[in-house]
């Protein structure tokens, strides 16, 4: 664990293998990503305020799907400087980034929401 906090572990150009168990774990979570790739890419298909939401998650699942399959298979063919592990925590930080922001903007959705009830409410008046 101590390994894990070390410069030299995260900038090695030429790391070891990873052990059985972060294969598993990184297996897993693309896994999740897959799942949430069909998810949402059958979501985003219907109509609905939430279409844009989910189209957003979509493209955000498929992306990192994709971007982690190329980190795991050059991980697991030991390519030296693609498969390095400060590509994985730059992927992390990408993630994380980029799924704030669509948390940010799911926000917006609930105004929107309201909005179009209030305006519902106010037309059904209207001749």
């Given amino acids: ?3 894990l906090l070390t410069l ?3 900038f090695n150009l030429n790391p070891e293998a ?5 294969n598993i774990i990184i297996f897993s979570f693309l896994s999740l990503l897959l799942i949430g790739t ?3 890419f059958v979501l ?3 109509k609905g305020i939430y279409r844009i ?3 957003k998650l979509y493209n955000f699942c498929f992306i990192n799907l994709i971007v982690g399959l190329l980190l795991f298979f ?3 063919q030991q390519i030296s400087f693609l498969s390095a592990r400060f590509w994985y925590m730059l992927w992390l930080i990408v993630f994380v980034v980029w799924f704030i922001e669509i948390i940010k903007k799911s926000g917006k959705i609930s105004d929107l929401r309201e909005k179009r009830q209030k305006r519902k409410e106010f037309e059904k008046y209207l001749p």
């Fill in 1 to 3: 664990m101590l390994n």
């Fill in 8 to 10: 030299k572990y995260w």
């Fill in 18 to 22: 990873f052990s059985s168990i972060a």
């Fill in 38 to 40: 069909i998810l949402f």
């Fill in 44 to 46: 985003r298909n219907r």
């Fill in 53 to 55: 939401l989910f189209s």
């Fill in 74 to 76: 050059f991980s697991w």
